[in-house]
């Protein structure tokens, strides 16, 4: 697990295609790009194992991680209900989210779940499908702050803190402390998480932490001083491969490694990651504001209008916020046995002033998460394989 990544191949990829990525190689810098990409081989016994190559991967230099934090918090919030082994909680248990402190809000309905009442399982089905951003807050604030990164500590993510909630201006002491939480099995009280208050600090000093010329504040008004982000949330691009890692291939890792998981559990999460928006019922996701590639930026871009490949899944997380698009994903053809994860990174903000919804997403990130998947998987269907893969693991009806 320990193998360093092979940093040419991936050079010499970008390079033999300048007409797809010469905005990037001309500005490798200005656009922060960071790929690992992880081929995977089976042997005879189906067991996969790994090599990586990567581009400009660097744990140190910082990038807003966004909503690619919500994958970790989804599987520790199912961990610590089989941690408090209590009868009658389970991912289906009615949650009802209470306040305790400043700023914090109450959850009693949840009007996309089939029970219109709020649970954990619809949570991460929200989170999973459209990246909700409710469903990741309220998920942080059962598990708690201190167990999270108790968490990430215990399965070696060192690079990784999560410390706030998203998309609510969470900052300074309102992070600290995580709502009451009460659960319900058919009417009758099974559990109360308590208010919590967490007193640790989390510090992480990667470089590159102060962004930009520029801002706009909570009240909208342009600040001219860079843009602090050492208090946000932090998520390597390894780590979050590392997770995803885990999460697919839990077999490779030690026991005392790998998450404590259900086979259910498991088959939750890949089946939700993998789904297109507009195949769930419970949540409904309807095109206009959604379609089959609405959370699927590497292959996609993202695109509204994608024509979508019958034979292929991704089963990923991705983040977009501050000009930064991040994709984490696991790509399966199961017509032509091919199986790749790739986890990239890409930022533009020509203006480098932050908070003014002005990004190139559009122009320039999501072009390039597409043509980047698109590129390798071109380099998948070519490659030679002694044995193919049996991918059954992660077919399913949707």
Known sequence: MAQQPDTVFLKNLLEAHPELFSHILNHPTHNEVQILYTQIDRDENNVPHFRSYSYRLNANHYFYPASTVKLPTAIFALEKLNELNIKGLDWKSVMITDSAFAGQTRVTKDSSSKSGLPSIQNYIKKILLVSDNDAYNRLYEFVGREEINQKLKKYGLTGTRIVCRLAIGDRDESTKHTNPVNFYNKGKPVYQKP??????????????????????????????????????????????????????????????????????????????????????????????????????????????????????????????????????????????????????????????????????????????????????YQVELKREKKFLPDLNKFKFRY
């Open 195 to 376: 208010a919590m208050y967490d007193p640790n600090e989390y510090p992480q000093t990667p470089e590159h932490m102060i962004m930009g010329k520029g801002y706009l504040d909570k009240n909208d008004k342009l600040v001219m001083e860079p843009f602090d982000f050492s208090k946000n949330n932090t998520y390597p691009l390894a780590d979050q491969q590392m997770v995803l890692k885990r999460l697919l291939f839990p077999d490779t890792f030690p026991k005392e490694q790998q998450y404590n998981l259900t086979d259910d559990q498991y088959k939750l999460i890949y089946r939700y990651m993998s789904m297109w928006p507009t195949e769930s019922k419970y949540p409904t996701y309807s095109r206009p504001d959604y379609y089959p590639a609405y959370c699927k930026w590497l292959f996609y871009g993202g695109d509204s209008l994608a024509v979508i490949n019958p034979h292929i899944r991704i089963f990923d997380k991705i983040g977009d916020s501050y000009g930064y698009d991040i994709d984490n994903a696991y790509i399966v053809d199961y017509k032509n046995k091919v199986e790749f994860m790739l986890s990239a990174v890409v930022q533009s903000n020509d203006n480098q002033i932050y908070n003014d919804n002005k990004y190139e997403y559009k122009t320039v990130c999501l072009p390039f998460m597409r043509d980047l998947a698109q590129t390798i």
